[in-house]
């Protein structure tokens, strides 16, 4: 078929992890599409959307090509900027490039489901119109014959009598909300006597109070100048922005020093040269505190990309950003691939946050992919933190990226006053099971009677983390997962009363398993169940029981899965509505109450007994965040950490709040263990219906790495993993550790292409921030 080996051939990337680029041919009746386009392709027997990502290469003489069912897109859908960004992605973390793209897209980019939001307006009454209209107000006094007026319904009627007075019309929606049904329109536009027009809307998140500033945002107002501090950093920072070029700096700044000031600074600078500025932050519970700063410093120039929006909401905003009516875009991890144009600036907030890790394919970390985009665009990158991750406060040392430091509050206020109880000492002077210490009960109730708020903060969930029989020792454990049921109570905290019980559950916090908590053990039918362990339901419990009258609300995951009602809640205790916060780690970062001035932390050393390198570092920047959290006003703050293991220097650390000794202290500790930042790792988990199976995938791919014999690594394992199993599947793990990731990511990836039954079984994460 001669006319068929001309035809052009293009490459296409579907969205399916693991799979490469596909070939296929151009047929004659459709145009060529170009690099960024969509495309309607076959794949077996289905039909699927992909992204054109230039020429096919010709394929083997074995090879049966196939064609291009439809072109969506005369021009590129993804600016080609985004698409070197996700192609590095994929290659960097080994992912398939279709599902590196589809982390650029607004939801159903590739499906075309969600559109552009028509509202149809009753543009006017037509001149018959309003000679029925005159009928009805007065048929008399015109002359009108009751021959001459339509026969109206009530609602048609009233449709009519709305509408009088309103030259440029009213919204069907409008008149549905004032009780004229779009029927009743329908009617009358069939009668002849309105107009009606079809108007584009964009739904615009910033309009209802989500992303607005509100009884003060729970953001302190910023001082009438910059600090000394602030106009030092910027002094570093602005020639770096002025200079056009690719460069990385980090601002490493206490809690409370005026960062987010210093962004705008910059962005002004930026904004006045043409270019566009991109902040990430690592929660979407922070994203309207930021936007709304950045909304009125910049006005209508702001857009915002966050999974919390729905998904109209974050396709007006991606088209937004696409037609360049926005310079600045704000968001979360998922906003560094907006397709923003010209991007002179990129910050990265908190950029220590493991939020910024994808947790599926692509696992890409939001702050290194911020990094190469900032390379990409010849742009400068700032990362912010008060806790810098030690590779990049590494980096930093080593002159690899630029050093802007403050040390001081603005107002030169005091960060908080940091008590230490050792909670041996208070179950040996109390009880065993004591939640809250003499001395943070103190506290609080001093903070409760001047009218001042307080944070309190387990990063645990539930009421209790097990259940277990003091007769045979049985645990409830899950039946997908191995790990043990926690106990919710569901807001009935009462022991000792057999009815608010039966209504418990026991759920799993990984697979969503859920029982009702048995009121005999399962194994041996022994009456004798006993908690053990607690979380922020059961501090919130003690909270209530030691103060009746609080105001108090839960941040979790269990208390915010409805889409806004973590910001609502957050209003609230910003707008003085609520005395104290109990929650996880979501009230820890970066959130700015004035009037706080007590945090109090349960448990700080909760993350240290996990199998992970970075736990020492994960809980010296939960505590110096959440400590910082204190005392932001004009009234001073205080921390109280509760711990067993008060002389442990991540926590002894960050209560005296020194990071320069823990960075001393844990690069030391890494260094001989070689751990990151000295050393690259990647994590291979592969899955298997049973222990055998896994153990012998994994075994597999990380031989046929050892037989490659590449050097710059070594392999450790594979050895069944920390989690064994998940959701049903059983989990067995490998890593790659060494000073060469291009080597490590070129040696698996041979081996993941020579085993591809295995490979659909496995997960690969390239500089992981979880070991589990």
């Known amino acids: 078929m001669p006319e068929a080996a001309s035809s052009p051939l293009v490459s296409v990337a579907v969205p399916i992890p693991a799979l490469g680029l596909l070939t296929y041919r151009v047929p004659s009746s459709l145009p060529v599409p170009v690099s960024g386009a969509r495309v309607v392709v076959p794949l077996g027997s289905r039909r699927l959307t992909g992204?054109?990502?230039?020429?096919?290469?010709?394929?083997?003489?074995?090879?049966?090509?196939?064609?291009?069912?439809?072109?969506?897109?005369?021009?590129?859908?993804?600016?080609?900027?985004?698409?070197?960004?996700?192609?590095?992605?994929?290659?960097?973390?080994?992912?398939?490039?279709?599902?590196?793209?589809?982390?650029?897209?607004?939801?159903?980019?590739?499906?075309?489901?969600?559109?552009?939001?028509?509202?149809?307006?009753?543009?006017?009454?037509?001149?018959?119109?309003?000679?029925?209209?005159?009928?009805?107000?007065?048929?008399?006094?015109?002359?009108?014959?009751?021959?001459?007026?339509?026969?109206?319904?009530?609602?048609?009627?009233?449709?009519?009598?709305?509408?009088?007075?309103?030259?440029?019309?009213l919204a069907v929606p409008e008149l549905a909300d004032r009780g004229v049904p779009a029927s009743a329109v329908s009617r009358l536009r069939t009668m002849g006597l309105v107009a009606v027009r079809t108007e584009r809307v964009e739904r615009d998140p910033f309009v209802g109070g989500r992303h607005a500033p509100s009884g003060g945002a729970g953001v302190a107002s910023p001082p009438p100048g910059p600090t000394d501090e602030q106009q030092a950093a910027y002094l570093i920072l602005a020639p770096l922005a002025d200079a056009g070029a690719f460069r990385t700096a980090l601002l490493h700044g206490v809690t409370g020093s005026g960062k987010t000031e210093l962004y705008l600074r910059l962005a002004e600078g930026v904004r006045a040269r043409g270019r566009g500025v991109l902040v990430l932050v690592p929660e979407i519970a922070l994203t309207p505190q930021v936007a709304a700063l950045f909304r009125l410093r910049f006005g209508q120039h702001v857009a915002i990309q966050h999974s919390g929006?729905?998904?109209?909401?974050?396709?007006?905003?991606?088209?937004?950003?696409?037609?360049?009516?926005?310079?600045?875009?704000?968001?979360?991890?998922?906003?560094?691939?907006?397709?923003?144009?010209?991007?002179?600036?990129?910050?990265?907030?908190?950029?220590?946050?493991?939020?910024?890790?994808?947790?599926?394919?692509?696992?890409?970390?939001?702050?290194?992919?911020?990094?190469?985009?900032?390379?990409?665009?010849?742009?400068?990158?700032?990362?912010?933190?008060?806790?810098?991750?030690?590779?990049?406060?590494?980096?930093?040392?080593?002159?690899?990226?630029?050093?802007?430091?403050?040390?001081?509050?603005?107002?030169?206020?005091?960060?908080?006053?940091?008590?230490?109880?050792?909670?041996r000492e208070e179950m040996a002077e109390t009880t065993p099971d004591v939640v809250l210490s003499r001395t943070l009960v103190a506290g609080l109730g001093q903070r409760l009677q001047a009218g001042e708020q307080a944070v309190?903060?387990?990063?645990?969930?539930?009421?209790?983390?097990?259940?277990?029989?003091?007769?045979?020792?049985?645990?409830?454990?899950?039946?997908?997962?191995?790990?043990?049921?926690?106990?919710?109570?569901?807001?009935?905290?009462?022991?000792?009363?057999?009815?608010?019980?039966?209504?418990?559950?026991?759920?799993?916090?990984?697979?969503?398993?859920?029982?009702?908590?048995?009121?005999?053990?399962?194994?041996?039918?022994a009456p004798y169940l006993e908690h053990t362990g607690f979380g922020t339901e059961r501090v919130e419990?003690?909270?209530?029981?030691?103060?009746?009258?609080?105001?108090?609300?839960?941040?979790?995951?269990?208390?915010?899965?409805?889409?806004?009602?973590?910001?609502?809640?957050?209003?609230?205790?910003?707008?003085?509505?609520?005395?104290?916060?109990?929650?996880?780690?979501?009230?820890?970062?970066?959130?700015?109450?004035?009037h706080v001035t007590l945090v109090g932390v349960v448990s700080a050393d909760v993350g240290l007994g996990l199998a992970?390198?970075?736990?020492?570092?994960r809980t010296f920047q939960l505590l110096t965040q959440v400590a910082g959290r204190s005392g932001r006003g004009e009234r001073a703050g205080e921390a109280i950490i509760q711990t067993l293991f008060p002389s442990h220097y991540s926590i002894r650390l960050a209560c005296a709040q020194d990071y320069g000794a823990?960075?001393?202290?844990?690069?030391?500790?890494?260094?001989?263990?070689?751990?990151?930042?000295?050393?690259?790792?990647?994590?291979?988990?592969?899955?298997?219906?049973?222990?055998?199976?896994?153990?012998?995938?994994?075994?597999?791919?990380?031989?046929?790495?050892?037989?490659?014999?590449?050097?710059?690594?070594?392999?450790?394992?594979?050895a069944p993993a920390p989690l064994t199993r998940l959701r049903g599947e059983h989990r067995v793990q490998f890593f790659l550790k060494g000073t060469s990731r291009a080597a490590m990511r070129t040696a698996l990836r041979a081996a993941l292409d020579a085993l591809p039954a295995i490979a659909r079984r496995a997960s690969v994460d390239v500089d992981p921030v979880s070991m589990l």
């Open 662 to 718: 823990f960075f001393a202290k844990e690069a030391a500790y890494r260094l001989a263990m070689r751990y990151p930042p000295h050393v690259a790792m990647v994590n291979v988990v592969v899955r298997g219906r049973g222990l055998d199976e896994a153990m012998s995938g994994a075994a597999a791919i990380a031989g046929r790495v050892r037989d490659l014999g590449t050097p710059g690594f070594v392999i450790l394992g594979p």
């Open 541 to 594: 419990a003690e909270v209530r029981r030691h103060f009746e009258s609080v105001r108090l609300a839960r941040v979790d995951r269990d208390t915010v899965r409805r889409r806004g009602s973590l910001v609502d809640v957050l209003e609230r205790f910003a707008r003085r509505e609520l005395d104290v916060l109990v929650g996880t780690q979501m009230i820890a970062k970066g959130h700015d109450f004035p």
């Open 51 to 169: 992204v054109v990502l230039g020429e096919g290469l010709p394929p083997g003489a074995d090879v049966e090509l196939r064609d291009i069912i439809e072109v969506l897109d005369e021009v590129a859908f993804v600016p080609p900027d985004v698409v070197a960004l996700t192609m590095w992605v994929a290659d960097y973390y080994l992912a398939g490039p279709g599902a590196a793209l589809a982390a650029a897209l607004p939801p159903h980019g590739l499906t075309g489901r969600v559109h552009a939001f028509k509202m149809v307006r009753v543009a006017s009454i037509t001149a018959q119109g309003q000679g029925a209209l005159d009928g009805l107000v007065a048929p008399r006094c015109t002359g009108a014959n009751d021959a001459d007026v339509p026969r109206l319904g009530a609602r048609q009627r009233q449709a009519l009598l709305l509408l009088a007075g309103q030259p440029e019309g």
């Open 612 to 617: 992970d390198f970075r736990a020492a570092e």
């Open 456 to 525: 309190i903060l387990l990063n645990r969930r539930g009421f209790a983390t097990s259940l277990f029989c003091r007769q045979c020792g049985h645990t409830l454990e899950c039946p997908n997962c191995s790990v043990s049921l926690t106990v919710h109570a569901r807001g009935r905290h009462r022991e000792d009363d057999p009815g608010a019980r039966r209504g418990w559950r026991a759920r799993c916090h990984y697979c969503n398993y859920v029982r009702a908590v048995p009121t005999t053990c399962p194994q041996c039918a």
């Open 309 to 423: 929006l729905s998904d109209g909401e974050r396709h007006d905003q991606w088209h937004r950003i696409r037609r360049g009516d926005v310079d600045v875009v704000v968001g979360t991890r998922s906003a560094v691939f907006a397709p923003l144009a010209r991007p002179g600036l990129i910050i990265v907030d908190e950029e220590h946050d493991t939020s910024y890790k994808q947790e599926d394919t692509p696992r890409y970390n939001g702050r290194d992919v911020a990094v190469m985009r900032g390379k990409l665009a010849d742009a400068l990158v700032v990362l912010g933190s008060a806790t810098p991750s030690l590779e990049s406060f590494a980096n930093a040392r080593a002159g690899r990226y630029a050093l802007a430091t403050m040390e001081r509050r603005v107002l030169d206020r005091p960060l908080a006053d940091v008590r230490i109880v050792n909670m």
